[in-house]
T-cell receptor, first 113, second 111 residues
Framework: SAVISQKPSRDICQRGTSLTIQCQVD?????MFWYRQQPGQSLTLIAT?????????ESGFVIDKFPISRPNLTFSTLTVSNMSPEDSSIYLC??????????FGPGTRLTVL | GENVEQHPSTLSVQEGDSAVIKCTYS??????FPWYKQELGKRPQLIID?????GEKKDQRIAVTLNKTAKHFSLHITETQPEDSAVYFC??????????FGKGTHLIIQP
């Protein structure tokens, strides 16, 4: 397995501001994803973070709102832009370590006031 | 795109009894089906998975079955224990894509 870390673990932000979440893995991985888990809900895929190219976004998510960077095979960032209270969620990164098997980071709990 | 339905949303069983959670999926191209357990305030943890070339997989008290024709798969937990209490998510994946999750089942183990 691998160690996956996220920063920050939680934050409280004012509406209209932006927050950048970092995901770091202790080994090189090809596939990396970002998910959102709204309070009491399931996980929803936001995008695939592609190394060296633009992220691939799922329906309902756009680059202007959730810009993603993937500068190398161990690191990615997700920015939540121009936040509103509806963006209050847990944001999780995941990595594929072997075949299709995905493992999740500890998550970033975001509260927007 | 893929759609995953999960039932029941809440399941309460007596300690020592078995629990079964069922999921259906819509995309016949999906070929990987993991199950995650999420305890309160923690990240989802992979507990078992199955691929489309296998009908059943077992790991101690946990088993998963897959029926590709009917497009459904199930999680079976035997001899349930208090530490099995959590939210369980099924998911499906059809390639180099992310996972599509079911809505989750809150499993409650009654002492």
């Amino acid at each position: 397995s691998a160690v996956i870390s996220q920063k920050p673990s939680r934050d409280i932000c004012q509406r209209g501001t932006s927050l950048t979440i970092q995901c770091q893995v202790d080994s090189q991985v090809t596939m990396m994803f970002w998910y959102r888990q709204q309070p009491g809900q399931s996980l929803t895929l936001i995008a695939t973070a592609n190394q060296g190219s633009e992220a691939t976004y799922e329906s309902g998510f756009v680059i202007d709102k959730f810009p993603i960077s993937r500068p190398n095979l161990t690191f990615s960032t997700l920015t939540v832009s121009n936040m509103s209270p509806e963006d209050s969620s847990i944001y999780l990164c995941s990595v594929v370590l072997a075949r299709d098997t995905q493992y999740f980071g500890p998550g970033t709990r975001l509260t927007v006031l | 795109g893929e759609n995953v339905e999960q039932h029941p949303s809440t399941l309460s069983v007596q300690e020592g009894d078995s629990a079964v959670i069922k999921c259906t999926y819509s995309d016949s191209a999906s070929n990987y089906f993991p199950w995650y357990k999420q305890e309160l305030g923690k990240r989802p943890q992979l507990i078992i998975d199955i691929r489309s070339n296998v009908g059943e997989k077992k790991d101690q008290r946990i088993a998963v079955t897959l029926n590709k024709t009917a497009k459904h798969f199930s999680l079976h937990i035997t001899e349930t224990q208090p530490e099995d209490s959590a939210v369980y998510f099924c998911a499906a994946e059809g390639g180099a894509d992310g996972l599509t999750f079911g809505k989750g089942t809150h499993l409650i183990i009654q002492p």
